[in-house]
């Protein structure tokens, strides 16, 4: 009997282990395959990469506001395909080797061999740099994203792009950035928050104009303090818990206890159990426009209650006449509500 048990557990763990076994290998070989395609699928022929010491005499503009850029860092000490210019341009020797020939056919006079050699199709194409405004959102950004994913600069910022609503909706790094002709050169931002993020989201603007809200447009928070619309784990590329939570007690930690008296949807629910985040016609951005009618949500299933259905927590007791005025105005009695260590009903 045992050693019939035995053997069945021994057998047991080696289908077990197998199946592990196979699963990781698949694992291993499908991110080996991703690999492959991030990095382009072709390989850097990086006989093509000819160093950017000449891009200057044809492309001042570019060469001299690149060196004021965070770009400029990308230096010799890089693989050849990482350093400046080409690191997003790729490859220039054709490109460098044809536009001088016709420079030197203009040059020395022979103008029909320079128109010729410009419409040679063949030798055109071969020239031709990656130019980015051209690609689809998904190519641009693979270019960025071979140096920017994972942890950059301030350690707090996680590039998990492609886990982002931006990728996923055909949203480029583009964009939101400009190499050559950024409005600010800080983070080479196209145009600066919230502007720009206002262009894509019209409705998060009109929310921000309501009398309640935070103060974005007045310049007293980002967006990205409570997003990263680089792309984390949290649905609406929020930045934190799904809840909202860890935002919200980054700047209102007196609200996050831990209190002996919790009051459990805040966290259950978190904050937007009550509280809309971007701007609300309601004071204190809550979701209702009055106190009682919020609390009633979950504390009602009293006769003549205004709001439908029970709620999810106790009812009140009855000496509470909640048409009176008195009684009405919830928080003047129950002013700790978000939690109290002193009194169990938030008095
Ligand atoms: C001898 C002059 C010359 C040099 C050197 C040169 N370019 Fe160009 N480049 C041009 C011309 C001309 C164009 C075409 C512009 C047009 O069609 O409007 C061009 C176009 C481009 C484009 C747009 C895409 C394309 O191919 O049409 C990129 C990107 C570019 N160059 C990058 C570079 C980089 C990076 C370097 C240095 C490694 C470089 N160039 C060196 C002359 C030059
Ligand atoms: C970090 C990536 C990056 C680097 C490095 C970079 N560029 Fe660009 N380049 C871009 C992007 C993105 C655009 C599209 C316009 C913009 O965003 O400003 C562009 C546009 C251009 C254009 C206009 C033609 C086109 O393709 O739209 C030229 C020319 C150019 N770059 C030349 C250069 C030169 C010369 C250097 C080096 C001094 C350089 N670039 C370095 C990303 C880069
Ligand atoms: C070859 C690697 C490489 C590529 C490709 C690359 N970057 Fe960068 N990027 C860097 C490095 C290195 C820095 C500087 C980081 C630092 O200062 O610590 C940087 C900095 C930045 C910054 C911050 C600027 C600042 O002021 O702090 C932005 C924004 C940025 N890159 C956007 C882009 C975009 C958009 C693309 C694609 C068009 C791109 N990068 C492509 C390597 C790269
Ligand atoms: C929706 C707009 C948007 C998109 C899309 C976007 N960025 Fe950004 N990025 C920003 C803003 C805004 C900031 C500045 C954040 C701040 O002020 O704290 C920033 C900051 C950065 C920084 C500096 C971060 C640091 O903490 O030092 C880098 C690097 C960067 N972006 C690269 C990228 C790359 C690469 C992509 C594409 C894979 C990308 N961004 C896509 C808006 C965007
Ligand atoms: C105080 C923190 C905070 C700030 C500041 C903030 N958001 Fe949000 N945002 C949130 C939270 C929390 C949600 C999730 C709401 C939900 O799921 O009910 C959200 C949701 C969103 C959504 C999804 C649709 C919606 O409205 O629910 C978009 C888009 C959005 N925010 C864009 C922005 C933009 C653009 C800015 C700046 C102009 C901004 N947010 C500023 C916290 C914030
Ligand atoms: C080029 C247009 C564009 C720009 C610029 C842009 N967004 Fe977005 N954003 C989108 C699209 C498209 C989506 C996905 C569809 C949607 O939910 O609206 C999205 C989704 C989001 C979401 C998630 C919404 C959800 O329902 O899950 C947030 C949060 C957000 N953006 C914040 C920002 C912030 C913050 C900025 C500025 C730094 C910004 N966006 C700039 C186009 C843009
Ligand atoms: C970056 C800091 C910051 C973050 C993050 C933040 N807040 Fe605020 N919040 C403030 C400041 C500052 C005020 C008061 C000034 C004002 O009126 O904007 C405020 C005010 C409020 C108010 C009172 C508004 C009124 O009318 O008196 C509520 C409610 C609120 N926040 C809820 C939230 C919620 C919910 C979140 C998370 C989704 C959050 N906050 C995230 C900074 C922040
Ligand atoms: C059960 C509903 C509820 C939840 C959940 C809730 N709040 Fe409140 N909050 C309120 C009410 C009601 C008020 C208004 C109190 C008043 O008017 O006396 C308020 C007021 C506020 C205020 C402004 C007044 C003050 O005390 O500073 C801030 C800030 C605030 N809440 C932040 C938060 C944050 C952050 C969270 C999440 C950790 C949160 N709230 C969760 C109900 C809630
Ligand atoms: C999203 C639902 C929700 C909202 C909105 C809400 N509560 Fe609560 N409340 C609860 C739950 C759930 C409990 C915990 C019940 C338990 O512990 O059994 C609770 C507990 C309480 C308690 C303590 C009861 C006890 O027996 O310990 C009081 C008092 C209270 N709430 C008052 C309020 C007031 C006043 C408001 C309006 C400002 C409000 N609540 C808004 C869900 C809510
Ligand atoms: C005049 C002060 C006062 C006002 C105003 C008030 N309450 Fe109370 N509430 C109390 C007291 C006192 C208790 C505790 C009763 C006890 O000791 O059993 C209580 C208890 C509660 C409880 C807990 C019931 C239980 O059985 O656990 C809830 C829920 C509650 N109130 C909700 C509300 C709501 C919702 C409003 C607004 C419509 C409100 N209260 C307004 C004084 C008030």
Do not use: W
Request: some cysteine; charged content about 25%; aromatic content about 6%.
């Amino acid at each position: 009997m045992r050693y019939t048990k035995l053997i069945i557990t021994t057998l047991f763990i080696v289908a077990i282990t197998g199946a592990l076994l196979s699963l990781r290998s698949t694992a291993a070989s499908g991110k080996r395959v991703t690999q492959s395609r991030r990095d382009g699928a072709q390989a850097p022929d990086h006989g093509k990469y000819i160093g950017s010491e000449n891009c200057a005499e044809c492309h001042s503009a570019e060469s001299s506001f690149y060196q004021l850029t965070a770009h400029n860092k990308l230096g010799h000490d890089l693989p050849k395909d990482r350093q400046s210019c080409e690191a997003c341009h790729g490859g220039a020797r054709d490109h460098v080797a044809y536009y001088k020939e016709v420079d030197q056919l203009l040059k020395g006079g022979k103008e029909t061999e320079a128109t010729a050699l410009m419409n040679d199709e063949a030798r055109l194409t071969a020239a031709k740099m990656t130019s980015i405004s051209e690609l689809s959102p998904t190519e641009s950004s693979q270019i960025c994203l071979r140096c920017h994913e994972g942890t950059q600069g301030r350690s707090d910022e996680r590039f998990n792009y492609r886990r982002s609503e931006h990728f996923r909706n055909g949203v480029a790094c583009v964009d939101c950035h400009s190499s050559h002709s950024p409005k600010r050169l800080e983070f080479l931002l196209k145009e600066k928050e919230p502007e720009g993020c206002y262009k894509c989201h019209a409705d998060q603007k009109s929310s921000f104009q309501k009398p309640f809200h935070h103060k974005v447009p007045e310049g007293g928070m980002k967006c990205s303090d409570c997003h990263n619309h680089h792309g984390g784990f949290m649905p609406r590329n929020l930045r934190n818990t799904v809840t909202g939570d860890m935002q919200c007690v980054k700047c209102h930690a007196d609200k996050q206890g831990p209190f002996v008296y919790e009051h459990a949807p805040i966290k259950v629910e978190g904050c937007q159990a009550c509280h809309t985040p971007h701007g609300s016609t309601n004071p204190k951005l809550l979701t209702r426009n009055t106190v009682k009618m919020l609390c009633l949500e979950c504390h009602s299933n009293a006769p003549g209650a205004t709001v439908e259905g029970a709620g999810i927590g106790p009812t009140t007791p009855s000496f509470h006449d909640i048409n009176s005025p008195r009684i009405a105005n919830c928080t003047t009695c129950h002013f700790e509500i978000h939690g109290s260590n002193k009194d169990r009903f938030f008095r």
